[in-house]
C-alpha cells in the first residue's frame, strides 16, 4: 500500500508540474492613470517610485535652472473578484533658481480609487472592464525662498473622478487598454471641470518583459476668474513609456518617460496659480520597483 501511495504521489506531482512551471508573470499596473487591477481575491500589488530631471538654464525651456524629484509608493489589493482598491502616496520637490532669487516646494500628493468590474460574472468575456471613482489631492506643505521657510496653509486641490475602461488582450503578446472619465476639481475657492481620454498599447516579446506606449489628453474648463491668467477652456497631453521585467518570485524592476505639453495643467491644477510655471513643455524619467502575491 506504501508504495502504492508513493506512485500515486509521483503521479500527481508529473501532473501539477507543468501547471505551476506555465504560470506567465503579472505586471502591475501601478501608474497614475491605472487601467487594470488584481484579479482574484486579496491579491495585492506594491510599488515604489522614484525620479525627476534637471532642466539647466542654457536649454532654453525656462528661465532660470528647474529641477524637480518625486518618491511615490503605489499599492493595489484585489478584495473579492471584480472589486480592488489601490492608491498612490508621494511628495515631490520643484526647485526654480535664478540669478538673483531661488524658490523651492514641497508638495505631497495622495490619490485613492476603488473599482469594480461589471462584466467579470461572464467568464467567457475575454475583454476586462473597469468602472471606477476616485480622488486625488496635492498641498504645498513647504515653501523655501532664499533662505526663508515658509509653511502656507490652503495651498492644495482636491479632484474627484469617475470613469470607465476595458483591457482588451490582442493575441499572446499584445494588449490595449482604454478609458474615459469626468473629473471635478477644486482650487482654492475656484473650481475645474477635466475631460480625461487615456490609451496604452503592451507588447510582451516574452512572458517577462512588458513594454507600453500610452498617452492622456485632457480637455480642462475653468471658472471665469480663475487664479493664474489661464484660459478658460484647454488642452493639454501627457505621453509615456515604459519597460518593466518580472521575476519568478513576482519582484521587478521598470524604467518609464514621460512628456507633458504643459507642466501641470490636466495633472496638478495647485499650480496654475501662477501661468509662468505651467506654460511649458516637461519632461522626466523614473525608476522603480513592482511586487505581486
Sequence with gaps: MARGFAIATLLGACLLAPEVSAREPVHPDLGPVRHRDPQGQRTLWLGLDAGGVVLPRRLGLYENRVWTAHATSAWALSLVPGLA????????????????????????????????????????????????????????LEMKVDDVELHPGGVRDTLLEVGYGMHHPLGRRWSFDWRLS????????????????AARVTLNPRPAHALSASTELFVVHRDEDAPGGQERVSAHGVFRGQYSWMSAVGIGPFIAGRFATDFASGTTPVFETRAAAVDSVYGDLTVGLRAHW
Design 85 to 140: 482598491i489601490g492608491g498612490r502616496h508621494g511628495v515631490s520637490a520643484y526647485d526654480v533658481t535664478g540669478s538673483s532669487t531661488a524658490v523651492r516646494l514641497r508638495l505631497h500628493h495622495h490619490q485613492l480609487e476603488l473599482s469594480g468590474s461589471p462584466l467579470s460574472r461572464w467568464g467567457s468575456v475575454r475583454a476586462q472592464d473597469r468602472l471606477f471613482v476616485g480622488v486625488q489631492t496635492h498641498a504645498v
Design 182 to 197: 469626468g473629473r471635478h476639481a477644486w482650487v482654492f475657492l475656484k473650481t475645474q471641470r477635466h475631460g480625461l481620454a
